[in-house]
């Protein structure tokens, strides 16, 4: 999916017609919780607290369902369903793909605010 279409766009134009000036610090406090979420579930692998993981997973699944990130927000979905059972490769590898696609969100929301 390209960074384009990783995002609903409706929703991020209301959000950014509604909260006008503080859309930027919206983006800017994704950015950075986000970042400490990724940085907790790669840790919660280590230590094999799929508990953990789960949580952080739906937590991180509101935030980015709220701004709009929509392939973020399904690569949540996708492990709050798999954190109990599937395989540590295959929730290491979906933690991947959803940084990959946070990276991917992120750059068009700063794209918004930017242009």
Do not use: P
């Not at 859309?23 to 508990?51: P, W």
């Not at 927000?73 to 959803?98: F, M, N």
Request: net charge negative; hydrophobic share 40%.
């Amino acid at each position: 999916m390209n960074a384009s279409a990783s995002l609903d766009w409706e929703l991020v134009g209301e959000l950014k017609e509604i909260m006008a000036e503080g859309f930027i610090t919206l983006v800017e406090s994704y950015e950075r919780d986000t970042g400490k979420r990724l940085t907790e579930m790669y840790r919660a692998m280590e230590q094999g607290d799929r508990t953990l993981l789960r949580q952080l997973a739906h937590s991180l699944k509101g935030s980015s369902s709220n701004l709009g990130a929509v392939e973020v927000t399904a690569h949540c979905v996708a492990l709050e369903h798999g954190a109990a059972g599937a395989a540590q490769e295959d929730l290491l590898s979906l933690i991947g793909r959803l940084e990959a696609s946070h990276d991917q969100a992120l750059a068009a929301l700063r794209s918004c605010v930017d242009g």
